[in-house]
């Protein structure tokens, strides 16, 4: 997994910057959420972030994006890479059969899944999501890979939240963030 050239990452820094919003108590008392939606609805902003993550993905032949704005980014990532994207799905979105994991939220608990019948056994995979956190969501993805054979090249991610301490649960595999606040 490549690092992403400063010049690259200051642009879509910039984006970020200027287009996130963000919402006090929400979704829970006590959480501040980074919304960024008006980041991918600016076609500059949404180009600029695309093109860093996919710089950062350089290697990867399969991009997992999470539920659900990791599946935006992603998707552009992925074309961007040429390769194809897994969507890693909220529980129960997805018929049976399914992989699951679960883990730890900020504010409770979760499960992602991907389908069974889906086969990543050997391929090279780069996370995509939008905010890392507290990190339980993406080490969550790496371990529901992992567990179906996959390896994780690289996680990569628009902004991160320092404060939450959320890198030190992404072990094992380069992490690539944007812009941290």
């Not at 899944?113 to 969550?140: F, H, M, N, Q, Y």
Request: charged share 25%; glycine share 12%; aromatic share 4%.
């Amino acid at each position: 997994m490549n690092r992403v050239s400063e010049e690259r990452a200051s642009i879509a820094s910039d984006h970020i910057d200027r287009l996130t919003r963000w919402a006090d108590d929400f979704p829970v008392d006590g959480v501040r959420f980074a919304d960024l939606t008006p980041v991918f609805a600016d076609p500059d902003g949404l180009k600029a972030v695309v093109a860093a993550l996919a710089e950062a993905g350089s290697g990867a032949d399969l991009v997992a994006g999470i539920d659900a704005r990791g599946f935006l980014l992603g998707a552009g990532v992925a074309l961007e890479l040429g390769t194809g994207i897994l969507a890693v799905r909220k529980a129960g979105k997805l018929p049976p059969p399914v992989v699951a994991q679960s883990y730890e939220l900020e504010y409770g608990s979760a499960e992602l899944e991907i389908p069974a019948d889906v086969d990543i056994s050997g391929r090279k995979v780069l996370i995509v999501d939008d905010v890392l956190a507290t990190g339980g969501t993406i080490a969550a993805t790496a371990e529901l890979l992992r567990a179906c054979g996959a390896e994780i090249v690289g996680a990569a991610v628009a902004l991160e939240i320092a404060v939450l301490a959320g890198r030190g649960k992404c072990e094992g595999y380069p992490l690539v963030c944007l812009r941290q606040v």
